[in-house]
């Protein structure tokens, strides 16, 4: 092993270890919930289920103790967390056990975002909430109800959403995360990388990732394959504005100005072709276009790149040869969170193209084809169809969005263009955070009749509703099937592991319960979960008690590379790789790939970047005991000779102030090496301001609210979000 992933190792047993003692001491507290659980046994059990601290649904073990919960641990079966989970996973615990937790129903009781409610039994919440959703399918059509749903809890309020008759789906994955990624490769390969992504990090030989943090970006196989890759020797290129904790792995570090991204791209694949250095016969055999492609590259020199990105000429030319020693196992990664500046999906179309000149699509060490098991779904009766079709997308403005756009649906509910939305249907996604903009977000939801929220936690859109579902965490409830796609097939489950402490329900009873209040019950033929699973996992010729036991069942292993005998095709137009794109210049936009510049920070100010924190997901741990002890507040890592100039030290208090003038609330400085000049850089989901967060309240500021401006992507209506500029105010009263 060597001493990074041995190092590796050590940090996140470390965590574990860490995190145990904390979940033991955290039972013993007198703030955790003492009910017993109606599963109470004596002494030890080990139930199997999968994580939801983020939406890589890791395989767990939970250990239950004298019917309390204990610990939860990787599922060694499970090849997505190969028996380790992160440091979220296993602070899990802490999500049962948060004091802070949403305990029952609630109404509503002065205005919209007071907090002032009134505790309700279940069966006037839904009586309250059917009483709307009729009222509005009858004044608007049953179209003007959205459901925003984030992760796999979210699949029974769809399915009793659709049988309402709404179109309007959404999830803040696509259009504020990885739409303008999925876009740039379907585009070019026909396909997208998925999620998991299809990537083989752990075979890859030289491994590129640009804007991809593994290692703060904890998605649990990725950063284990990217620890194997280093094991192995691999070459890493690390291109990012910040010394990331990748870049310290790294044997080419590019401290590239943000924004300028394309223009490396385009450089690197102008030496690859003037160079000869491409896979020819790959480009031959699967590309469409090269031509064209080629010829366009030929301004794109290392030369010209250089004022642009930073990146001297020698670098570019060393780091692309690199690339092309090692093809096909080398890797571009195709990053994730890719909504940057606006022009993201042509960015993430030439990471795609890059990725097609060392012919890594369908190889060994670049991208595999994804294996799933074939469990099918349950037969349903249809759907009522929508006459007026979705709401976020109209005239097809963005002709390569390929699933409903968050921001769309916001604005059509702000104009009531193309029609009238009036009721929002909020499921795990703190929309006041993963939104850019939160005064168009509370606008919007001033204008509507209806807003209901599910959650576990009173966060800042709870604060919004006038009704609040509390729900039973991860550990209290079963969830639908995850049939994975992967390396191999398998399906997992996830089981109750704990009851929940209070007047908590699983999101499928809610789902259930409102279908059958609201007059659907016949698209709930089943009588509870266990028989819906059952049903499923019968048709497939699994076992539900088999899943019961294990959490995991696995299947035959397919070929997953062009060698082994996958196959390799490309469900474009021309059948191929396109290098040169009709579609793209059919709707009026560049076939290849062109550069243009973004604005640049003033004189004095400074690009706000963000990303994430290993302990942290999102805006939705910082309330989690367990994850908080590990860190409780995020820092604003500020360049250590920017920081000099303007008399601050690490550990000092500033506020942020952005170009609209918002300021943020007071954040610790970090004065670092580790980051250019003409940034600064903080984690997401700190900041809250919700009050029945008492713990998380007013620790670490928000980039979401500092987030005022978007770029709306042309192709496919992502919202780039890096292109707020802030200045710093020292702060006196903190530290
Ligand atoms: N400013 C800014 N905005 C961003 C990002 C960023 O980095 N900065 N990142 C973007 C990206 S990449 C993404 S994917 C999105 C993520 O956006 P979201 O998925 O909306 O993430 P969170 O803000 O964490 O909101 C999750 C909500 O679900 C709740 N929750 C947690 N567990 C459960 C559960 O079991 N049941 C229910 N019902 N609720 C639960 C949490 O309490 C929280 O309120 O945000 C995007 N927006
Ligand atoms: N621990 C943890 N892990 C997570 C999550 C989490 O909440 N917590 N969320 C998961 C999700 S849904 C997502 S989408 C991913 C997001 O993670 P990624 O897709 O890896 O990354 P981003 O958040 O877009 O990017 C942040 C990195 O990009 C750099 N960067 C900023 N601007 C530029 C630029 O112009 N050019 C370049 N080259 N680099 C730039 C930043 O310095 C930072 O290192 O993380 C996933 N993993
Ligand atoms: S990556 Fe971590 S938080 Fe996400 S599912 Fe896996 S163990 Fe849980
Ligand atoms: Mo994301």
């Not at 792995?249 to 450089?267: Q, V």
């Not at 000099?644 to 954040?667: A, F, M, T, W």
Request: charged letters at 20%; glycine letters at 8%.
């Amino acid at each position: 092993m060597s001493s990074f992933s041995r190092r590796k190792f050590l940090k996140i047993s470390a965590a574990t270890v860490t995190v145990a003692s904390g979940a033991a001491a955290f039972a013993k507290a007198p703030s955790a919930p003492e009910k017993p659980s109606k599963r109470a046994a004596k002494g030890i059990q080990r139930i199997p289920t999968y994580c939801d601290i983020c939406f890589w649904k890791c395989g767990a073990i939970a250990t239950v103790k004298d019917g309390k919960l204990w610990k939860v641990e990787g599922n060694p079966e499970d090849p997505l967390s190969r028996g380790r989970l992160c440091p979220r996973g296993t602070g899990g615990v802490g999500a049962h056990f948060d004091p802070d937790r949403l305990r029952r129903p609630l109404i509503r009781r002065s205005d919209r975002g007071r907090e002032e409610w009134q505790e309700v039994s279940w069966d006037e919440a839904f009586a309250y909430i059917a009483k709307k959703m009729h009222a509005i399918k009858q004044n608007y059509g049953p179209e003007a109800v959205a459901l925003f749903a984030h992760g796999i809890g979210g699949a029974f309020l769809k399915h009793t959403l659709k049988a309402y008759g709404t179109p309007n789906i959404t999830a803040p994955s696509f259009a504020q995360c990885r739409g303008p990624r999925d876009a740039g490769f379907w585009l070019t390969y026909g396909e997208e990388v998925g999620s998991p992504e299809r990537t083989d990090i752990k075979n890859a030989q030289c491994l590129v990732l640009i804007g991809s943090h593994l290692g703060e970006n904890m998605h649990n196989s990725q950063v284990q394959e990217f620890a194997d890759a280093v094991g192995n020797g691999a070459t890493i290129i690390v291109a990012d504005p910040r010394f990331s904790v990748a870049a310290s792995k790294a044997k080419h570090y590019l401290p590239i100005k943000p924004g300028t991204d394309l223009a490396l791209l385009l450089a690197w694949m102008h030496v690859l072709v003037t160079e000869g250095l491409y896979n020819k016969e790959y480009v031959a055999k699967h590309g469409f276009g090269f031509e064209q492609f080629a010829a366009s590259l030929a301004p794109y020199t290392p030369e010209w790149a250089y004022p642009e990105t930073g990146i001297a000429p020698d670098t570019i030319r060393a780091t692309a040869r690199e690339m092309a020693r090692y093809q096909p196992a080398t890797l571009v990664h195709p990053g994730r969170h890719s909504t940057w500046y606006g022009d993201d999906a042509q960015r993430s179309r030439a990471v795609a193209l890059l990725n097609a000149l060392l012919g890594s699509w369908g190889s060994k060490g670049g991208f595999y084809a994804p294996a799933s098991m074939d469990v099918p779904g349950f037969p349903y009766p249809p759907y009522p169809k929508s006459e007026k079709g979705k709401v976020d997308n109209p005239g097809n403005r963005y002709p390569f969005a390929h699933e409903p756009i968050t921001t769309g649906i916001r604005e059509a509910t702000i104009t009531g263009k193309p029609y009238p939305v009036k009721g929002w249907f909020v499921y795990a996604t703190n929309l006041i955070q993963a939104l850019p903009n939160e005064a168009e977000t509370i606008k919007a939801i001033q204008n509507l009749d209806l807003l209901v929220v599910v959650d576990v936690i009173p966060n800042e859109i709870a604060g919004w509703a006038d009704v609040v579902l509390p729900e039973a965490v991860y550990l209290e409830r079963y969830d639908d099937l995850n049939v994975e796609l992967f390396r191999e097939p398998f399906v997992a489950l996830r089981q109750p592991v704990v009851d929940a402490p209070d007047d908590q329900k699983p999101n499928w009873w809610m789902a259930k319960r409102l279908a059958e209040v609201m007059g659907l019950g016949q698209y709930y033929p089943w009588k509870d979960i266990e028989e819906y699973l059952n049903h499923r996992l019968t048709a497939a010729g699994l076992s539900f008690d088999e899943l019961k036991a294990k959490g995991i069942i696995r299947g035959a292993p397919q070929p997953i590379f062009a060698d082994e005998g996958a196959p390799l095709t490309f469900d474009t137009p021309s059948g191929k790789i396109e290098f040169f794109s009709p579609q793209l210049q059919a709707a009026g936009f560049d076939p290849v790939p062109v550069y243009t510049k973004h604005p640049e920070p003033p004189a004095g100010a400074f690009r706000l970047l963000f990303g994430r924190a290993p302990v942290h997901s999102f805006s939705r741990t910082q309330s989690n005991r367990i994850l908080s002890d590990m860190m409780a507040e995020n820092e604003v890592w500020i360049n250590e000779d920017v920081a000099q100039r303007l008399e601050l030290k690490s550990g000092d208090y500033v506020r942020l102030k952005n170009q609209d003038n918002v300021v943020s609330l007071p954040i610790r400085v970090k004065a670092t090496q580790r980051i250019r000049p003409d940034c600064v850089y903080m984690v997401h989901g700190f900041g809250h301001t919700a009050r029945g967060l008492k713990h998380a309240f007013g620790k670490g500021a928000s980039d979401s609210q500092l987030i005022t401006r978007y770029a709306t992507d042309p192709l496919m209506g992502g919202t780039g979000m890096n292109i707020n500029f802030v200045t710093l105010e020292p702060e006196a009263t903190r530290g």
